[in-house]
Every structure is written in structure tokens, then in C-alpha cells.
């Protein structure tokens, strides 16, 4: 231990500065002072391009536009499935039934992410409602199936006898 103490103390600092210096200065983005005799400490570089700044323009206003448009398709899915026109207890039915409720929860989710890109709140909040209101439509249809709710259904009707 009293060796590397020793070898620490003898070493000379600023010679192995200086290389480290000169290899900084190789670097692609390194600052042209510091191949020069005191040059002084290497800084990181700055960035010389400000932030963009988001500007609404004609194309950001049309694609909030089809935002609000996708989130209107997926609501109006969303109401359709209360209103479902056909019984959905077993078979065919039921099969669309369920295509439908992921239907509306991929329809929540591709909204979701357009708005949130966008940063349109309210059509992100809807979004979310409708990704849920779409995983609760497939877990009343997929629960019982799977004998987790108090009754048992069936996927499949009976062939009639």
C-alpha cells in the first residue's frame, strides 16, 4: 500500500494533463483551445442550435384534426357495443362480440398515443376511458368463459337435438 502512495505522489500531474489534453483535442467536437499551452481546463462542448420551438402550423393543425377524428370513430364504437343489435351469448355472435370490444380498446390505444404525441388532454383522457370501457366489454364476455365469474358460460352454443 505504501508503494502505490508513493508512485501517486512521484507521478507528474500535469505532463499526464497535458496527453490527456492533446488527445481531447483530437476529438471531432473538441475545443480548439485546448491543443494550445495553457489552454486551460477541457470544457464540454456547447450547443449552438436553440430548441425547436413547436409552432402550430397548417400541417399540426390537421393532424389534431384527425386526432379528434379518431377519437369521435372510437367513442361512437364505444356507444355502439351499449347497443349491440344481436344476442352475444354463445357462437358466431359472441365471436364479433368480442372482435368488437378489442376493436374499441385498439381504437382507445391508437388514440392514446396520437393525442399524447400531439399533447391534446382531453383526447388523451378520452382515450383512456375508452381503452377501459373496452377491456371491461372483453372481460364480461371472457370471465364467465373461464370460470372466474359466479356463473360458467359457454364459448360454443348446442347443436340443437
Known amino acids: 500500500m505504501a508503494g502505490k502512495e508513493k508512485d501517486l505522489k512521484e507521478r507528474d ?5 497535458r496527453e490527456v489534453d492533446k488527445l ?15 489552454g486551460g481546463v477541457p470544457t464540454v462542448p456547447r450547443i449552438s442550435q436553440p430548441h425547436a420551438v413547436h409552432r402550430e402550423g397548417p400541417a399540426a393543425s390537421g393532424a389534431r384534426l384527425t386526432t379528434w377524428i379518431r377519437v369521435g370513430l372510437g367513442l361512437a364504437l364505444g356507444v355502439g357495443m351499449l347497443v349491440w343489435p344481436y344476442s352475444h351469448v354463445c357462437g358466431l355472435k359472441l365471436i ?36 377501459i370501457w373496452g377491456l371491461a366489454l372483453a372481460a364480461g364476455v371472457v370471465l364467465p368463459r373461464i370460470g372466474y365469474a359466479n356463473h360458467s358460460a359457454i364459448w360454443f352454443c348446442p347443436e340443437p337435438k
Open 24 to 38: 481531447l483535442a483530437k476529438l471531432p467536437d473538441a475545443d480548439p483551445t485546448l491543443g494550445r499551452a495553457g
Open 96 to 131: 364479433f362480440y368480442t372482435l368488437g370490444a378489442v376493436t374499441v380498446v385498439v381504437a382507445g390505444a391508437w388514440t392514446g398515443i396520437s393525442s399524447w404525441k400531439r399533447r391534446m388532454g382531453l383526447a388523451h383522457s378520452l382515450s383512456l376511458g375508452l381503452v
Open 13 to 17: 500531474w500535469d505532463r499526464e494533463m
